[in-house]
Structure formats: structure tokens, C-alpha cells
């Protein structure tokens, strides 16, 4: 039985309620410690950043990068007060600061700042993921009446699908923004339901309160907190519209000014540190052409260049884009279950359970297809994708469910079956998870060898990574980090403008990981190719991945 006529039949008690979070939690917690075993350096290279700062932070030197992988934003000189690039980069011009400050706590308690401090630290939030979509699929049940034995299913087996779904445990082997972020940015969903519960608050409702602490925290992770907030009050208007304005404008009022609190000492940094309290290169990667833009040293994205290239272009962009953000995000990865998820939505999405989830889902979707499409093909919506991927999850159960329960009313049966949808869920996930994340480690573990042995290999050659001059590379983070020096990020741009870029800063060498954009093609036929000198290095360590893709020259003109 299902619906109203079911309804208030099973209640979770608070003794059941923990034993299935700590169950949750438990196997979340081992299988993201077995994950992050496996994952033994910082990839992507936005994970070696924070934590390099992380790192910078421990040893005194505060919030500084190595690396400068953007020249969108110029930072204030703290000596001089005068804007401009130079070395150590004050960090955070674009990215936020929430991981590196996690990943800094262990560093100080271990006495250690080696990058696998940082791991079980994000191995701990990870699994927070699979606890919280425990909660949201017993919100499910709880709503929809069903039976105990099936709500008790829904809700365990949303948790323990979610603790073996690969786009879930992925994120967890390493320290970035994508759990920093979920994990307030779920929080607030949850909140949110439970207001909505109820008639308009009063101002100082705890749980508003609580709902601005957590999108403020979930600010200082990711800019798509923004997308937390408007979630609220597009559902808040929804709910409380017929109440009149002064209610609903206090619902979105107060967390609003809590968030803003939160985050209002990391802004008033940023408008210290970089002239401005907002990021500055956000506006400009909705321009992007190719994605190459973000690196540009004397060829920024231009809304000109971009409005240019027509409206058919500008449709193939954000085809592209959905079909980034559906496939290779959510559907691929989250296979069969989030396919599943995506086919029961327009039925699960009349659940108030999941209306804030699917209301932040939705946004972030649209802006990042719509507004920055090419961008999301770098990772924007990846990083801010967990609430979708838990919102399918949670939605293909419910509808596995409700379809057993249909069949089992058609077949007379007798006995409930509704394990089996967890049970096929779980399997599935495995046969995702399992491969990928021994994958994932694979190539953690080739990138971190030719990242070491490149410094042996220039060394040999006659120029080695000593730190006497910045280098010009197209993976500055990794090399940064690994050999502690001062980096710069190549530009897909002409010779002239690395050269530019090179007597700027005093470069001598330029270091190309494989292929970068137009990157080394565009040394057979640009006019300035010569000033680029070939160094011969000697062969790669066995220990290395097969294949030699760098290539490292020495800038010989002045």
C-alpha cells in the first residue's frame, strides 16, 4: 500500500534512526578510506592546489600559491599596497578557501604536511554524503506512506547506494571543493524540507539560522552557494506566497544576512587582497571560446569575440555542454540507477522530500549549460554536482519501489520484495565503482612518477628545476607543488605572448605536459618558433607512464 492511505504508518525512532546513519556511515567511511588508499596524489590539479595552500599555510607562509595558473585577477603587494603579479601568488583569486582550511587541521594535529594527511579528512566528509541521502530517502518514505519494511528499505538503501556510487566516492579520494561544497549545500536542502513542514517561520527560528550558517559555509567552498540561496527562495515563494509578502521576504531575509555573515570575513579578504570581494574571472568565463581562455596572458575571452561567432555556435556550445553535464556527469558514472532516477523524475519531483533538491539540481544545471558552456566542460558543474547525483539516486529508488510495489499488486504477491531494488542498485554501483576508482589510482600514481622524474630528467639535461627562476609549464599546479617552485601557466596563445609573459617574469623554461591547446603544433608554423629552444632530455624512469609527452624548452630570445 502506498499514498494517503498509508499515511503516518512508519516513524522512525531516534534508536533506529542512528543505528542506520552509523551503518551508513560506517561503509561510506571504509569504502572512501579503501578509495583514497588507492589515489596517492593530488588529481585533478585543483586538488594539488589546495593543497599546496594548505601545505603554505602550515609552514607559516600563509594563503600563497606557487603557482599562477590565471592572470585574470592582479593581487594588492602587501609591502607596496600596489596591484600586480608576482610570487608567492596570494591564493584564492577565483577558487575558495574551505578545503585547504579542512586539509590544513590534520597537518597541524599530525605534525606532518604531506599530501596524505589530507585524506582521511576527506574520506570523513565523503562519507557525510551517503548519511544525508539516508535521511533524504527516509524523508521520502516518511512522505509517501508506504509500508515500514519498504520505507526502511528506501531509506537504508538510498544511503548504501549512495556509499558505493562511483560519481559519489570519486570525490572523497582526494580534497577538493566538490564534498566542501555537497555536503552544507545537501544540509540546507534538508532544512529546508523541514520548514517547509510547517506555516512561515519567525525570524529567529533556529532552523533558519541554521539554513544561513550552512549556505555561508557552503559559500566559502564553491560560488554555487548562490544557487543554495536562490533554491530557497524560489521553494520559500512557492510555499508561502498566499501568506503575503512580509513572511516570505523574513524566510529569505534571514538566512540571506546569516550567509552573509559567514562569509563576510573571507569577502572583506578579497577585497583587501584582490581590489574585490567577488571572483574575478566568473563573468569572463562565460565567454569562453574554447576553455584554453581561463590560462590567457595578452588574449582574454571577450563578450565581443563571443557574440561573434554567431548563433549557431553559440547552440553547439550548450548542446555540447547538457550533453557534458547529463552524460558524462550524472548518467554515465551514475549508471543504471541515476538513469533510472532521471526516468522516475517527473514523478518523484512532486515529493516536497526532494523539492529543494531538485529545485538546486535544476539551477545549477540550467546556469552552468546555459551560461557557461564551455566552462562545464572543465569541471564547473562536476564540482557542484553531488545534490543532482543524490537527487537521482534517491528518485530512482523511489520509482524501483513503487514499480516492485505495482508489480507485486498485478502478481498477487504475497511476500515484500522491495530489497531487490537496493540489492540490483548496489551490485550495479560496484561493477562502476570498483573499475573506476582502480582507474582513477592508475593514473594518480603515472602522474605522480612523471611529475618526480621530470625534475631528474632536467637535471641531467643541464637545466634543472632549482627554483632560481620561475618556469612557464602547462600544468603549473602539479610541478609547483611536487618541486617547490615557482611556476606560471602557459597560454594558448602565440610565442610572442609566452615571450611576453617569459621576460615578465623572468622566465627561462617552458615545460609542455602533452598537448595544450594549439600547443605544440603551432611551433611548426609560428614566426617565432626559433626563440623556443628544444632541450634533449634523457629517457624516462621505468617507473614512469609508458609514453613521452613532455617537452621542455629554453626561451632564447631576449
Do not use: K
Not at 277 to 299: M, R, V
Not at 422 to 434: C, I, K, N, T
Amino acid at each position: 500500500m502506498s499514498g494517503s492511505a498509508a499515511q503516518g504508518r512508519w516513524q522512525m525512532s531516534r534508536r533506529e534512526a542512528w543505528l542506520s546513519a552509523g551503518l551508513v556511515f560506517a561503509v561510506a567511511l571504509v569504502v572512501r578510506v579503501l578509495a583514497a588508499a588507492q589515489v596517492p596524489f593530488a588529481i585533478p590539479e585543483d586538488t594539488a592546489y589546495y593543497w599546496g595552500v594548505a601545505r603554505n599555510l602550515a609552514e607559516g607562509r600563509g594563503f600563497v600559491s606557487d603557482a599562477i595558473w590565471s592572470y585574470a585577477t592582479e593581487a594588492r603587494d602587501p609591502v607596496t599596497g600596489a596591484f600586480g603579479f608576482f610570487f608567492p601568488r596570494t591564493a584564492f583569486e577565483i577558487w575558495l578557501p574551505l578545503p585547504s582550511l579542512l586539509g590544513l587541521f590534520p597537518m597541524l594535529v599530525g605534525g606532518s604536511a604531506a599530501y596524505a594527511m589530507t585524506l582521511p579528512v576527506a574520506a570523513f566528509l565523503g562519507a557525510l554524503v551517503p548519511v544525508i541521502a539516508w535521511r533524504i530517502g527516509a524523508d521520502v518514505a516518511e512522505e509517501r506512506g508506504i509500508t515500514s519494511e519498504r520505507s526502511r528499505t528506501l531509506a537504508l538503501g538510498s544511503g548504501l547506494v549512495a556509499a558505493v556510487a562511483l560519481p559519489l566516492v570519486l570525490p572523497s579520494a582526494h580534497l577538493d571543493s566538490t564534498n566542501a561544497f555537497a555536503v552544507p549545500a545537501l544540509l540546507a536542502c534538508l532544512l529546508m524540507v523541514r520548514l517547509l513542514r510547517r506555516p512561515p517561520p519567525r525570524a529567529l527560528d533556529p532552523r533558519l539560522v541554521g539554513l544561513g550558517l550552512v549556505i555561508g559555509i557552503a559559500g566559502l567552498a564553491r560560488n554555487e552557494a548562490a544557487w543554495v540561496g536562490a533554491a530557497w527562495a524560489l521553494v520559500a515563494v512557492g510555499a508561502w506566497r498566499r501568506e503575503g509578502p512580509v513572511p516570505v521576504i523574513r524566510a529569505i531575509a534571514v538566512p540571506g544576512l546569516v550567509a552573509v555573515a559567514v562569509m563576510a570575513p573571507w569577502l572583506a579578504r578579497n577585497w583587501f587582497a584582490f581590489g574585490s570581494p567577488l571572483p574575478g574571472q566568473a563573468i569572463t568565463n562565460a565567454w569562453a571560446i574554447t576553455g584554453y581562455e581561463i590560462f590567457a596572458w595578452q588574449d582574454p575571452a571577450t563578450a565581443g569575440e563571443y557574440l561573434a561567432l554567431g548563433p549557431a555556435t553559440w547552440l553547439e556550445h550548450r548542446i555540447d555542454g547538457f550533453l557534458h553535464n547529463l552524460l558524462d556527469v550524472l548518467l554515465v558514472p551514475g549508471a543504471p540507477i541515476a538513469v533510472i532516477g532521471l526516468l522516475a523524475l517527473p514523478w518523484a519531483a512532486r515529493l516536497r522530500a526532494l523539492r529543494p533538491l531538485l529545485v538546486l539540481a535544476l539551477i545549477t544545471f540550467l546556469v552552468t549549460t546555459l551560461v557557461f558552456p564551455v566552462q562545464t566542460q572543465w569541471g564547473t558543474f562536476l564540482h557542484a554536482s553531488v545534490p543532482a547525483a543524490v537527487l537521482l539516486l534517491v528518485a530512482g529508488l523511489a520509482g524501483l519501489d513503487e514499480g516492485l510495489a505495482w508489480v507485486g499488486r498485478r502478481r498477487g504477491w504475497t511476500r515484500p520484495v522491495a530489497w531487490l531494488a537496493p540489492l540490483f542498485a548496489v551490485f550495479a554501483a560496484l561493477l562502476f565503482m570498483v573499475p573506476g576508482v582502480v582507474a582513477y589510482g592508475g593514473q594518480a600514481r603515472g602522474t605522480e612518477a612523471a611529475y618526480e622524474d621530470i625534475g631528474r630528467r632536467m637535471a641531467e639535461a643541464g637545466v634543472p628545476l632549482d627554483g632560481t627562476a620561475p618556469v612557464i609549464a602547462n600544468h603549473p599546479i602539479w610541478l609547483a607543488e611536487v618541486h617547490r617552485v615557482s611556476t606560471l601557466s602557459l597560454p594558448d596563445e602565440p610565442v610572442a605572448s609566452v615571450l611576453d609573459l617569459a621576460r615578465a617574469f623572468e622566465a627561462h623554461l617552458v615545460i609542455l605536459d602533452g598537448q595544450h591547446g594549439g600547443w605544440p603544433d603551432r611551433l611548426a608554423s609560428d614566426p617565432d618558433a626559433a626563440c623556443l629552444e628544444p632541450v634533449a632530455l634523457p629517457p624516462a624512469a621505468d617507473t614512469a607512464p609508458e609514453g613521452d609527452d613532455f617537452r621542455v624548452y629554453r626561451v632564447a630570445c631576449p
